[in-house]
């Protein structure tokens, strides 16, 4: 999990700010995030302007953020390094 990361133990949520040079990049992130969620079975919550996406990731568990919340954190961190490497090159 990247260190964008930030942990709120007291409300058991994980969350991250991107920041993205173009809309289009920032549209194709959505989508992986979509396909990490989906493949987790955990979504977050997810805000965006033209050049940044806000993700809120609550405790799939009462008892506070599990290893499903960690997944899906990590895969999201993952898409991130698959939308970003595409476009370099």
Same mark, same amino acid.
């Given at each position: ?14 969350? *991250? ?16 995030v *979509?396909? =990490? *969620? ?10 965006f ?9 609550? *405790?799939?568990?009462?008892? /506070? ?9 990590? /895969? ?5 390094l698959? =939308? ?6």
């Amino acid at each position: 999990m990247s260190p964008k990361w930030k942990q709120r133990d007291k409300a058991g949520t994980l969350e *991250a700010r991107y920041e993205f040079a173009s809309f289009d990049v920032l549209r194709e992130f959505l989508d992986e995030v *979509a396909e =990490v *969620a989906e493949t987790v079975g955990h979504h977050p919550n997810l805000s965006f302007g033209r050049e940044h996406v806000s993700v809120i990731i609550y *405790a799939h568990e009462q008892s /506070g953020l599990s290893d499903i919340d960690f997944a899906l954190a990590q /895969g999201i961190d993952g898409a991130l390094l698959k =939308v970003t490497q595409e476009t370099a090159e």
